[in-house]
């Protein structure tokens, strides 16, 4: 009986459920399932079968399956372009034209740090990602600030005829110096910006 029950518990690691029956003597075996015939408790797994004097067994206790949780599935992380279009969509702005902004700012560079100070992928300064309550540094903040500022600034002059390059004036020089100016500033940089985004724009909106 020793040798048959030392065999059975070594053997009890393999299976995966069922039940313990609990002995007299303080042995617990493992066991897929039992029978009790008169005086004698069969207890039968791995295909084979141990009998028990009833006496000896005091109780069973089934066995705790423990589900085995599946890895968790890898996370997408989304492209700066899945960003813009997502943030674009959210404020009402063609894909595309945001799209474009952000290849004349930043070439979609997240890491993208100017010298005065305009990070991310829309380059936004200091000042701008803190109205926006924005940290700069994260991509989905700094497109959806970069976004929601962008939605503003056409809506500042949505009643002027030139809405768009004056919004895109003001994202590169910022709205001030579009007012002071009355229009798109003198600026080189400026005017390169609007040229550089209205052509992306363009050359999107026909592929």
Known sequence: MILRLTVLIAFSGSCFAGEY???????????????????????????????????????????????????????????????????????????????????????????????????????????????YGADATDPRQNVEAGTQYLRDLLLKYQHDEHQVIRALAAYNAGPGTVDRYHGVPPYQETLAYITRVLRKYAKASTD
């Open 21 to 131: 029956a609990v002995l007299s003597s303080g042995f617990r075996i493992h066991a897929d399932r039992h029978e009790t015939e008169g005086g004698i408790v069969r207890l039968y797994a791995n295909g084979g079968v141990t009998e028990v004097p009833a006496a000896q067994v005091t109780g069973f206790e089934a066995e705790e399956v423990v589900p085995v949780t599946p890895p968790p599935a890898a996370l997408h992380v989304p492209t700066p372009e899945e960003l813009v279009t997502a943030a674009a969509k959210r404020n009402g702005l063609p894909p595309e034209f945001v799209k474009s902004v952000v290849a004349a700012e930043s070439a979609f560079r997240a890491d993208a740090l100017s010298p005065k100070g305009a990070r991310g992928l829309m380059q936004l300064m200091p000042a701008t990602a803190r109205e």
